[in-house]
């Protein structure tokens, strides 16, 4: 059995490093104890990111043991609310509040997670946000579940938590899987097609995000291009994490980076603005679509 | 000869999978390749994601000439979204269809400059 302290994990660069080290330190272990005593504040990635690590040991044989007496009350609160308890086994059934729900899906059941999104992230009531926004924003999103879906090979699925920022005006979507990766995705594709495929990790998400790229033969490869017009014309921000890869897509460029830590599955970290200002119809097509 | 397609009847609001897509494409290919004029009706139809219109609208590329489309199948009722999504997943689709050589290139040109940096 090892203990691991948990501490507040927000959603900046460092704090992923933080998340991938103690996916590091116990997936491969079959008893492990998480220790909040450190921790008064988890965010939608440390949420998701968690709730997807426990699952996964717990597939593989493993037991996880969360210290629950050891969560400060708002934090309890928060985790019971939406759900984290719940799905982790603990006796602390979720309500309807203001908290986004935690999120599994095993299966790519598309219409579930739009009404996910759109009722229990964006839609509800809570925000004032145009529907033209709101379609575009589900729109976008539902891109990622379906990458993942389609190219992670995720042997648990996808694991997701929103978070919404009303005086910021912002939303937040983390959505996470323990597939492959990306990088190991285009590999596995370049040395299908017999092209060089030694290629460093943040070279491979930034292949990914190239027009005209796609890993699979039929025709597709527009989902994270889509994703990155809409992040630089809402001015938002989206960062992917994927093997020792970071590309960070924001409203004015977009870079790639070798991070110091590994996660083999992929992560996705949404921020979108939520102002009507920031809605991109103008740089959305003016003529009417034909062949 | 004419077809008007309702794709809410079919697809319900969203128009997102691959699966969803194929439905409408199984519909509609047969009869653009008999030379019937067709209109797909969006109307009521809210989500929309990039591997819908591939299954659905372009893959009838593969065997379906870009001008018989242009003249024979018509979209309407597509919200600007919808419309957004679907205007990219075209030229996309006209590249990878019309283009033999155009993925190959992208992918060795790629590549290479992956190298390279």
Known sequence: MVTIFIPRINDDPRDFNILFNIWNECHDRQHIELDFSRCDFLKQ????????MITHIKSNGGTVSLKTDTLIPALQANLEQNGFLFAMGEDASPWDGNSVPYREDREPDMRKISRYLQEKWIGKGWLNIHPNLIEAIVSNVLEIYSNAFTHGFSPNGVYS???KFPTLEVVKITAIDFGIGIPQSVRTYLHAIGRPDAIPDDKTLQMAFLEGFSTRPELG???????KEFIHANKGQLDIYSHSGHAIIDGNSERYEIIDAFFR???VNITINIDQKFYYLSTESSRQASF | MYMMLKVISVVGETCIT????????KIIHPEL???????LDFTGVSIFASPFFNAAIGQLLQDVPVEHLKSHLH?????????????????NAKRYYTSPHFRDSVEKVLAQQAQDL
């Open chain 1, 265 to 267: 599955g992929t992560v």
């Open chain 2, 75 to 91: 979209f309407i009722g597509l919200s600007p979204h919808g419309n957004h999504i679907l205007t990219r997943v075209i030229d």
């Open chain 2, 18 to 25: 691959v699966e969803d897509g194929e439905r409408i494409y």
């Open chain 1, 161 to 163: 938590c929103g978070q």
């Open chain 2, 33 to 39: 390749s008999f030379g019937k004029d067709v209109t």
């Open chain 1, 45 to 52: 990635n440390a949420v998701a990111f968690l709730g997807g």
């Open chain 1, 221 to 227: 490869g527009m989902g994270l291009k889509l994703l």
